[in-house]
């Protein structure tokens, strides 16, 4: 990893539009480590989403950020989404949302879980086995299902199929059962994984999706939904493919293998808030560790970096300093030799007080944040520029 320095150079590229000087004006006014949320940064990558994929609903995906102004910001642009518990429920009906803008897409559910939901108002869930579905039956119509399928693995930064989905060839007894317990069928759904960069993971399972939805309407089953996931991925430290181009690869094999009367939705997360949000942390410490620099700064694995551990993300490191360069170590501030972001980083010298920059650090970073040694959480400044 290399820090990018913004010494000298044009810096609206690696800053993606972040004026420096309103963070400065955050900064006297705030201390670190702060995240500076960017609303319109949000309004626009659901524009761009739906632009790429015309026609297909989408249902923000409340567990890569919850954040109220997020979720808020979302609704009023008319976006749907979507809840893996009950507290995600809650967050979206703190802002205004109703339960019918919502679906439950945790293939496995406590009965604890899925009578909470129910109460909720939640009427469209997922499962991928057939001891899930048992647990339908207790709710007549009030429960319907999609059945998810998986996918094959490739492409994607975390392959979500390892743990959810069933195996397409196990799909015509799951469709057995639903006809059996008189479970209201909804559809089908997959997800190719997250930070998916080959467009042919969405559209091999999309066609995969087209040959199931022939298998239900062969057994008496109606599909009302193809819910085709998340994983659009955004750029870290490398470029990934457009969404347009991954958009128009998905449009073509849906006209191509799912019927115009299916309603196609999906369910970003990352896309939409990965790039709102971004870290402003300052060095604490320094020191030379068998003859490697350390940088200490004040905010690391247990907090907002926590998507390095549970995301496998790299962030950009960006910085005012522009001398010599040297590897050096960058770790975090709790009292755990565990709590290192980068072993190996290419630095300018740094002091303390120093201020690093880290972008898109919107999307399952704040969200499996903790309060590890009681440093508490990185606070989140929400704007509109």
Same mark, same amino acid.
């Given at each position: 990893?290399k820090?990018i320095?913004?010494?000298g150079?044009? +810096?609206?590229?690696?800053?993606?539009?972040?004026?420096?000087a309103?963070?400065?004006?955050?900064?006297?006014?705030?201390?670190?480590?702060? #995240?500076?949320?960017?609303?319109?940064?949000?309004?626009h990558n659901?524009?761009?989403?739906?632009?790429a994929?015309?026609?297909?609903?989408?249902?923000?995906?409340?567990?890569?950020?919850?954040?109220?102004?997020?979720?808020?910001t979302?609704?009023?642009?008319?976006?749907?989404f979507d809840?893996?518990?009950?507290?995600?429920?809650?967050?979206v009906? %703190?802002i205004?949302?109703?339960?019918?803008?919502?679906?439950?897409?945790?293939?496995?559910?406590?009965?604890?879980?899925?009578?909470c939901?129910?109460e909720?108002g939640? &009427?469209?869930f997922?499962?991928?086995?057939?001891? %899930?579905?048992?647990?339908?039956? &207790?709710y !007549?119509?009030?429960?319907?299902?999609l059945?998810?399928?998986?996918?094959?693995?490739? !492409?994607?930064?975390?392959?979500l +199929?390892?743990?959810f989905?069933a195996?397409?060839?196990?799909?015509?007894a799951?469709?057995?059962?639903?006809i059996?317990?008189?479970?209201?069928f909804?559809?089908?759904?997959?997800?190719?994984?997250s930070?998916?960069?080959? +467009?042919?993971?969405?559209?091999?399972?999309?066609?995969?999706?087209?040959?199931?939805?022939?298998?239900?309407?062969?057994? !008496?089953?109606?599909? %009302?939904?193809?819910?085709?996931?998340?994983g659009?991925?955004v750029?870290?430290?490398?470029?990934?493919?457009?969404?347009?181009?991954?958009?128009?690869?998905?449009?073509?094999?849906?006209?191509?293998?799912v019927?115009?009367?299916?309603?196609v939705?999906c369910?970003?997360?990352?896309?939409?808030?990965g790039?709102?949000?971004?870290l402003i942390?300052?060095v604490?410490?320094?020191?030379?560790?068998?003859?490697?620099k350390?940088?200490?700064?004040? =905010? !690391?694995?247990?907090?907002?970096?926590?998507?390095?551990?549970?995301?496998?993300?790299?962030?950009?490191?960006?910085?005012n300093?522009?001398t010599?360069?040297?590897?050096?170590?960058?770790?975090?501030?709790?009292c755990? +030799?565990?709590?290192v972001i980068?072993? =190996?980083?290419? #630095?300018?010298?740094?002091s303390?007080?120093?201020?690093?920059?880290?972008?898109? #650090?919107?999307?399952?970073?704040?969200v499996?944040?903790?309060?590890?040694?009681?440093?508490?959480?990185?606070?989140?400044?929400?704007?509109?520029w």
């Amino acid at each position: 990893m290399k820090a990018i320095s913004l010494a000298g150079k044009r +810096s609206a590229g690696y800053l993606r539009g972040l004026e420096l000087a309103r963070v400065g004006d955050i900064s006297r006014s705030l201390s670190t480590p702060f #995240m500076v949320l960017r609303l319109p940064i949000v309004r626009h990558n659901l524009q761009n989403l739906r632009e790429a994929l015309p026609g297909v609903d989408v249902y923000y995906a409340v567990k890569a950020n919850n954040h109220t102004d997020i979720l808020r910001t979302l609704r009023n642009d008319k976006c749907f989404f979507d809840i893996s518990s009950v507290r995600e429920l809650h967050d979206v009906l %703190e802002i205004g949302g109703q339960a019918a803008e919502v679906i439950h897409t945790n293939p496995i559910k406590s009965a604890t879980e899925f009578d909470c939901a129910i109460e909720g108002g939640v &009427r469209i869930f997922v499962a991928d086995n057939a001891a %899930e579905l048992d647990k339908f039956s &207790r709710y !007549g119509d009030r429960a319907g299902v999609l059945v998810r399928f998986k996918t094959t693995p490739g !492409g994607a930064a975390v392959n979500l +199929s390892y743990k959810f989905g069933a195996d397409p060839d196990e799909v015509p007894a799951l469709l057995d059962k639903i006809i059996a317990l008189q479970i209201p069928f909804r559809g089908f759904c997959f997800h190719v994984g997250s930070q998916c960069t080959k +467009s042919s993971q969405y559209t091999a399972a999309i066609k995969t999706a087209g040959r199931l939805i022939d298998l239900a309407r062969a057994k !008496g089953l109606s599909t %009302e939904i193809l819910d085709i996931g998340g994983g659009f991925p955004v750029r870290y430290t490398r470029a990934v493919p457009a969404i347009e181009t991954i958009g128009a690869a998905i449009m073509q094999a849906l006209r191509r293998h799912v019927p115009p009367t299916v309603r196609v939705i999906c369910e970003p997360g990352r896309f939409i808030s990965g790039e709102a949000v971004t870290l402003i942390a300052s060095v604490i410490g320094t020191s030379v560790r068998n003859g490697v620099k350390w940088y200490y700064i004040d =905010d !690391g694995l247990y907090g907002s970096f926590s998507g390095r551990l549970f995301d496998g993300c790299s962030y950009e490191v960006l910085t005012n300093r522009n001398t010599k360069w040297e590897r050096a170590v960058l770790a975090g501030p709790t009292c755990d +030799s565990f709590d290192v972001i980068y072993n =190996d980083c290419l #630095m300018p010298p740094l002091s303390i007080g120093d201020m690093l920059i880290f972008p898109a #650090m919107g999307a399952y970073c704040s969200v499996s944040a903790t309060d590890f040694n009681g440093l508490g959480r990185s606070r989140v400044v929400s704007v509109n520029w």
